[in-house]
């Protein structure tokens, strides 16, 4: 579907991919873009075609109002997140995981039921779910974050085949680490919000279900079937030496 002329929906759009993802669709033409963010005082835009909305996806009552202001929406982007770097059985915070699942998964299925019926009466549009590299393995220092994506990876899928009869375009984007505030204190490689964004409407407008972002994801997620071989091993060697790629 082409990205001129749409209005789109972009959740978590106050900073890091949120905002690279407004201002690419803007750049492309959009004709309008709800920039949803817990704060809208925080988003921070100068384009008239910009619509600043308080909205946070676990509450019920904040989706279910900014789905009836943006009725016209037809790319709607489930970009906000939560990411605790918690380990699951000596995790600072007991409650880590709940509020991780809460917001990347149960937030994301709101956001789709909510916007599910808006994007079908608008011709079907696209449903953009930002997962992430992590949806493909765990990773002991970040676990329930990674549980958390693997879960909205199986509900993106689940999402696709529901969504198809209304003509809804579901897509999936990988990202391996990405350069914004969340990742700061990870030392590994990182990859341009702006380049995430780019490739993400380059697939909504060619009609393709999935992003892998980088080598690394691709890798990823070719190698699934033989993680306990290639890939376990080695994070098990990380893990007994406290190597934590996040710093801590």
């Known amino acids: 579907m082409p990205i001129a002329g749409a ?7 106050n900073r890091g ?5 407004v201002t690419a669709l803007l750049e492309r033409g959009a004709a309008r873009v709800y920039a949803g963010a817990r704060n809208p005082d925080s988003i921070v835009a100068d384009d008239p075609r910009v619509i600043a909305v308080g909205l946070d996806i676990t ?5 279910s109002s900014v789905s009836a202001l943006a009725a016209d929406a037809t790319v709607v982007v489930n970009n906000a997140g939560a990411m605790l770097e918690s380990p699951f059985l000596s995790a600072m915070d007991p409650e880590a995981a709940r509020k991780e699942m809460e917001t990347n998964y149960f937030g994301t299925l709101r956001m ?5 019926p808006v994007l079908a009466a608008n011709g079907g549009g696209a449903l953009v779910n930002v997962l992430s590299v992590a949806s493909f393995y765990s990773l002991p220092f970040n676990a329930s974050y990674c549980a958390s994506k693997a879960a909205e990876w199986s509900l993106t899928n689940a999402l696709r085949l529901e969504m198809h009869a209304a003509g809804t375009l579901v897509v999936g984007v990988h990202p391996g680490f990405i350069d914004t505030d969340m990742t700061a204190t990870v030392s590994e490689a990182k990859i341009d919000p702006a380049e995430v964004a780019a490739q993400t409407l380059d697939a909504v407008r ?6 892998l972002t980088d080598e ?3 890798e990823a997620k070719r190698t699934i079937p033989v993680h306990l071989q290639t890939l376990y091993p080695g994070l098990q ?3 007994d030496a406290g190597d934590n790629p996040w710093g801590g």
């Open 7 to 13: 209005v789109a929906v972009v959740t978590g759009a």
């Open 17 to 21: 991919l949120g905002r690279a993802y």
């Open 59 to 63: 509450d019920a009552g904040a989706v």
């Open 112 to 116: 789709a039921r909510a916007f599910a």
């Open 206 to 211: 060619a009609g393709q279900p999935e992003v």
């Open 216 to 218: 690394h994801t691709r």
């Open 237 to 239: 060697k990380r893990w």
